[in-house]
């Protein structure tokens, strides 16, 4: 069995306590048990985690390669949060790896301000997803099990 990783960047063990307009209203808990069961039901074992600190989220790519380079990742799915827009570091941990990578967001990025339309995660991953709430956890696991040979 595979494992997929889900990484979560700054703030968003913040999810339903604050700006529920923008992030809705489930807890970050939630997000996780969402991601259990679309794990569970693709076959795939999962590693959650989140971070406020870049080079945590440094680190837990490295791991993540170091199953990829085994054969045993299916992939990354990262929330690198405002970390997306800033981050040269992880941009290069995730291409120095060579892990598959999801981009996700819960919010629709290109509709907000000007700053959250560049991303250093994009031009290394795989897929992008934003705009489809805490939905978009278990559907890019989803996509990341059909992305499997
Ligand atoms: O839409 C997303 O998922 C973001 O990655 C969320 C980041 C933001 O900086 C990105 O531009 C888009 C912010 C996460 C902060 O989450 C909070 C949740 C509830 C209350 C306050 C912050």
């Not at 959650?48 to 299916?74: P, T």
Request: hydrophobic share 45%.
């Amino acid at each position: 069995m595979k494992t997929a990783y889900v990484l979560n960047g700054p703030n968003l063990n913040l999810l339903g306590t604050r700006e529920p307009a923008v992030y809705g209203a489930a807890t970050l808990a939630d997000v996780q048990a969402m991601c259990e069961a679309a794990a569970a039901q693709h076959g795939l074992a999962l590693v959650f985690r989140q971070s406020n600190h870049e080079g945590e989220l440094v680190d837990w790519i490295h791991e993540a390669g170091r199953l990829h380079a085994q054969g045993q990742l299916a992939g990354l799915i990262i929330n690198a949060g405002a970390y997306t827009h800033t981050s040269v570091a992880l941009h290069d941990a995730i291409k120095g790896t060579g892990v598959t990578c999801i981009e996700l967001h819960i919010s629709n990025v290109f509709a907000r301000e000007a700053f959250r339309h560049h991303s250093y995660i994009s031009p290394v991953a795989r897929a992008v997803m934003c705009g489809f709430g805490v939905n978009g956890y278990p559907q890019a696991l989803e996509a990341l099990a059909g992305m499997q040979g």
